[in-house]
């Protein structure tokens, strides 16, 4: 079996920065506050740019974990709504494609926390093409989320699975990092925003423009 673990953001889709606005949201709810501190999101974890946050803040990510996760979530159905958020190109065409193979199984790995995660999908339509996942609720680091994917693919797939054949799909060069933390090959996009000779230079197994090329997608996972 071949298994394939997206990343969400900038590899499925675009949000239009829902993510954020709905985030700000909360802060003004809980702390009053009229704009929030600058912290490097694109490529990391819920939890590390919610712990960054705060602690720029000078607040305790910790105290307000569960109080905070729940208004973020009951938000971002609306700022999904209100925003110009897209599913990126020939991303629906290609899940449908890869979901009719039966050699082939999809999952998710993504920074997103697990409900965050599904209400992005479930806005977009695509949750029904993932059945496992790794998400970043707990960890700071892609690397542990990554183990978490692979381990939730073994458990899904029992001994269908084949560690020779995992494969990452991603937008950034930590997702081609925490790939290689867990052995797998990796499909890199470059519809994140980042350059994409960075991207090229940290060597991914196959760089793609966009999920357009599906053909050279499909060539590459299952040469």
Not at 61 to 75: D, I, K, N, Q, T
Not at 107 to 128: D, P, Q, Y
Request: hydrophobic share 45%; proline share 2%.
């Amino acid at each position: 079996m071949i298994t394939i673990l997206f990343d969400i953001d900038g590899t499925l889709i675009r949000t239009g920065g829902a993510g954020m606005r709905a985030i700000e949201q909360v802060m003004k709810e809980m702390f009053q506050l009229e704009s929030i501190s600058n912290v490097a999101v694109h490529g990391r974890t819920d939890e590390g740019i919610l712990s960054d946050l705060f602690t720029a803040h000078e607040l305790s990510f910790g105290e307000h974990r569960e109080a905070f996760s729940r208004r973020y979530w009951e938000l971002l159905p609306q700022t999904l709504a209100a925003g110009q958020g897209k599913i990126l190109p020939g991303v629906e065409e290609l899940l449908i494609r890869l979901d009719a193979m039966p050699e082939v199984a999809l999952g998710i790995l993504t920074g997103n926390a697990r409900r965050a995660a599904e209400v992005k999908l479930e806005h977009f339509g695509l949750s029904k093409f993932f059945h496992f996942g790794g998400y970043g609720d707990r960890h700071s680091e892609r690397n542990d989320v990554a183990d978490l994917a692979r381990a939730s693919a073994k458990q899904a797939l029992g001994e269908q699975f084949r560690e020779d054949q995992l494969w990452v799909v991603g937008d950034t060069v930590d997702d081609v990092t925490c790939a290689r933390s867990i052995d797998a090959k990796v499909v890199a996009v470059e519809t994140g925003g980042g350059a994409p000779d960075i991207l090229k230079a940290s060597s991914p197994d196959c760089q793609l423009a966009t999920l357009s090329q599906a053909e050279e997608f499909i060539q590459a996972i299952i040469s």
